[in-house]
Each structure stands twice: as C-alpha cells, then as structure tokens.
C-alpha cells in the first residue's frame, strides 16, 4: 500500500520567515495530496490541496508544490503568524479523492515571536 | 461541505469492555471513514463503510475487533471491542460529499484503563 513521509517532525520559525514541510509518497498511482492543520484538540482541517496534472498551486500564504517524478510535495507558508501554530500532516490518495487518504506522520510548527 | 456530530466526546473505559462510537452527518453520503490517531501520532484509517454492504477494513483492523454499522447514508458506528489500554487513541470519522475535501467529526478520546 501506500505509504508516505513527511519531514521535519517538528519546526520552528520565527514570526514572518517562512516555513517548509516536505512529504514523499511511494506510489506512482497516487494522484490526489491534501494538506491539513490540526491545532491542539482539534479535528484536522483542509488548508490546501492538489492533484496530479498541477504543479503548483497557491492560496494566499500557503503553496503546495509536486513534483510527480520525484514523488514528492511539499507545503510553504509565507509570512508565518503564531496562529500558524499546528500539527500539520500530509497525506496522499489514489482514488482522485479525499476517500481513503494515507497520511504523513505529522510536523508539529511553531511560530515564535 | 458537511458538518459532523460524533458521540462520545470522551470516555474512560475498562480493560475487556466495549464502546460503541456514533457518527452523524448532516447531508448523505455513500461513503464513511473511521480513522483512529494514537497520541501524538498520525492518522491511519481503520475501515471504510458504505451503506447496503459490509465494511471494507485496512491491513491490520479486522471486523472482530472493529465491527462497524451503515444503516443509512447519514450514520454510522464503529465499536472498539474487547479494550486493551493500547486502544487508547482518539477515533475520528470523516466523510467526503462533494469528492473534493475530506471533512472530520470532532474526534472521540479514548481512554482504556
């Protein structure tokens, strides 16, 4: 099946640098890669997503790039607020869909003033 | 989107026993997935349910130790049979409506003593 890393476990920045996250996946037919936040007690949310036939895709301070040849993608954020401040986890599907997603094991980011 | 109820929020259970989780959205879905996240951890899917038929479980999750419910395309239940403390996690289930963005309940905390 499929299985996915995800780099750093833990990082810290300071408040407006940037931030990367970085995940590789094993399967070639995987084809769908979400990005969620997960703040302390919280259920995990979407922040940013993209399929296969996108290399890059952005909104507002957040990016995700994929390099399919690679199979690897990875989150950006600019300008980093301390509500930045989460679990983030990547995860990876081949069904083009959110169903049966595979997950990264997490990085947990800290924004510091 | 959807918005998802889960019941219990938390429990305290012991060693041998069983809950039972229940997880209500509030639009139709054909399909449900339980994830479970061990502290600290990552989320890995225990079994996906589908309404009419029986549910489709992961490598290392089996209907035994897991059985699941679908009774209709709005509910669903996942028991955690014969508990162990290493069952402790949060159990969470998920949908996927629109095919675009998997949404979450709240997450059940379990605590096996």
């Known amino acids: 099946g499929e299985n996915v890393e995800q780099h750093p476990s833990t990082l810290s920045v300071q408040e407006g640098d940037s931030a990367v996250i970085k995940c590789t996946y094993s399967d070639s037919a995987s084809n769908y890669f979400p990005w969620y936040k997960q703040e302390l007690g919280k259920r995990p949310q979407l922040i940013i997503d993209i399929r296969s036939n996108v290399g890059e895709k952005k909104d507002q301070r957040i990016a995700v790039t994929l390099n399919k040849t690679a199979k690897h993608f990875s989150l950006h954020i600019t300008e980093t607020q301390p509500e930045d401040s989460a679990v983030y986890f990547c995860?990876?599907?081949?069904?083009?869909?959110?169903?049966?997603?595979?997950f990264g094991t997490g990085t947990r980011l800290q924004v510091t003033l | 989107s959807a918005v998802i109820s889960q019941k219990p929020s938390r429990d305290i259970c012991q060693r041998g026993t069983s809950l039972t989780i229940q997880c209500q959205v509030d639009?139709?879905?054909?399909?449900m997935f339980w994830y479970r996240q061990q502290p600290g951890q990552s989320l890995t899917l225990i079994a996906t349910?589908?309404?009419?038929?029986?549910?489709?479980?992961e490598s290392g999750f089996v209907i035994d130790k897991f059985p699941i419910s679908r009774p209709n395309l709005t509910f669903s239940t996942l028991t955690v049979s014969n508990m162990s403390p290493e069952d402790s996690s949060i159990y969470l289930c998920?949908?996927?409506?629109?095919?675009?963005?998997?949404?979450f309940g709240q997450g059940t905390r379990l605590t096996v003593v």
């Open positions: 998920s949908v996927d409506p629109g095919h675009t963005e998997a949404f």
């Open positions: 639009s139709q879905v054909t399909m």
């Open positions: 995860a990876a599907s081949m069904s083009g869909t959110a169903s049966k997603l595979t």
């Open positions: 349910a589908n309404q009419g038929s029986e549910a489709t479980y």
